[in-house]
């Protein structure tokens, strides 16, 4: 009876054995966005996503043909699209006509001003990005919130599932590592902070006793407020709805208006911060002319935070008044960033930590599926070559034939022991997915 109890086992592990094709084939991490450093502020225009569009960009990038998740990150000096492709080249296609369709600009107008970025590569940039390291303004106070916020917003429409998923929540992880573990996010990290201080230089250093008039109630406009309470400075907020504009006006104990009331307002102010969505051009020249006959011989400062701009570049070139834009702003910010600079490479060693843990998670998570599906693979074996067996060992009883299900079970389980031991081991390593690839190879996984 051992004799012929051995054989069966001996059945099921040949036959597991024995199963040795296929090879599971895999997709492409991908990102493509406009380079910062190298980018003008017209071309961030053409390619900005404004948050009412932003549904309809991510169902438009997703009913395209080659790719699968979707994530848009979109803010005033960034567009980038995170995207699972099926294959990497016609994935990468479909996001260039998408940017092509976005900004009515032929695909070689902006090619030479696109980031390519595949797989570990994606990780490492969206991590740098997270923590403010490829900002406009190094070490970016806003930016984590809005990696965050572009991941919610994904989620929120179905386009963003469990592979962006975890890259974009380890993303988001690395940011605050890096923002509460060095100094990097200390002096001016925002826009909206920016705007203040290059106002103040443009005004002699301060804005003491002087008008400042904010207009817009968004983000930006938040940040601006809150970067004026600080500043002995008065503060009207203009925006279309009064109720907001009242908010922020409240915290400086400044003025609210509407947007009704923005040429009076024009005539009176020292210093103007603009900063409204949608694009919309509030300030053209004649409108800032018509301002200005109002106040003879009083020069009046203009800081253009929007993206697109929200006041004509030729109102610069009126006499008695200094508009700075986006342009601007990036200039003014990067002489002032030395001090900063010590704290990147504090900031980059905590990413590379963050990356590996990123990687060793979605390797061990690689290996899980593959573990189970070797388990489940000899379970079936064994059952099917135990079955077979079962009419030339009739003559066992029930009690001896439970015997062999559990030595069958016993010998499978000693078999797995080891390789699935050494495949968690191995995750996170070069050599663990060529394990894992081996193993799905050689049993048809």
Not at 56 to 81: F, N, P, Y
Not at 205 to 227: C, R, S
Request: proline content about 2%; overall charge negative; hydrophobic content about 45%.
């Amino acid at each position: 009876m051992l004799e012929r109890c051995q054989q069966g086992v001996w059945i099921v592990l040949i036959a597991w054995l024995g199963s040795n094709q296929g090879v599971a084939k895999g997709v492409s991490l991908v990102a493509v966005g406009l380079i910062q450093q190298r980018s003008q502020l017209d071309m961030f225009e053409r390619l900005a996503v404004p948050e009412p569009q932003l549904a309809k960009a991510l169902a438009r990038l997703q009913d395209s043909s080659h790719l699968g998740e979707v994530v848009i990150l979109a803010t005033c000096l960034r567009t980038e699209v995170y995207a699972v492709a099926e294959r990497f080249h016609d994935g990468v296609d479909d996001i260039h006509r998408f940017f092509s369709d976005l900004s009515g600009l032929p695909e070689q107008a902006f090619m030479d001003f696109m980031d390519h970025y595949v797989d570990d590569a994606v990780a490492q940039h969206l991590f740098e990005v997270a923590a403010g390291l490829d900002s406009s303004v190094l070490g970016e106070s806003e930016i984590l919130g809005q990696v965050r916020r572009a991941w919610e917003k994904a989620v929120d429409e179905s386009s963003a599932g469990p592979v962006l998923g975890a890259l974009f929540r380890h993303a988001v992880e690395a940011g605050k590592k890096v923002r509460t573990q060095t100094a990097l996010a200390q002096g001016i990290t925002s826009l909206a902070q920016a705007g203040v201080a290059l106002a103040a230089s443009e005004r002699g250093g301060d804005l003491d006793g002087l008008e400042v008039l904010v207009v817009g109630a968004g983000e930006v406009a938040d940040g601006v407020v809150q970067a004026m309470s600080r500043r002995n400075a008065r503060i009207v907020v203009a925006n279309r709805t009064l109720s907001r504009a009242a908010g922020l006006a409240g915290r400086v104990g400044g003025r609210s208006v509407t947007l009704e009331s923005l040429d009076a307002e024009l005539a009176q102010a020292d210093v103007v911060l603009v900063s409204v969505g949608g694009g919309r051009m509030l300030l053209d020249a004649e409108r800032t002319l018509g301002a200005l006959r109002q106040r003879p011989e009083k020069p009046l400062t203009i800081i253009d935070l929007g993206v697109p701009r929200n006041v004509d570049p030729r109102v610069g070139e009126l006499d008695g008044v200094v508009l700075s834009d986006m342009d601007s702003l990036r200039s003014f910010v990067e002489a002032g960033v030395d001090g900063r600079r010590r704290e990147v490479q504090r900031a980059r060693s905590i990413i590379s930590e963050e990356l590996e843990r990123y990687r060793v998670a979605m390797l061990a998570r690689g290996a899980a599926p593959v573990v189970s599906a070797l388990r489940a693979r000899a379970e079936q074996l064994r059952m099917q070559e135990l079955s077979k067996s079962r009419a030339r060992m009739c003559e066992l009883d029930d009690a001896q034939w439970e015997q062999v299900e559990l030595l069958t079970k016993a010998v499978i389980a000693k078999i797995l022991h080891e390789p699935t031991v050494r495949l968690k081991q191995a995750a996170g390593s070069p050599r663990g997915e060529r394990l894992l690839e081996a193993v799905r190879h050689l049993f048809d996984l």
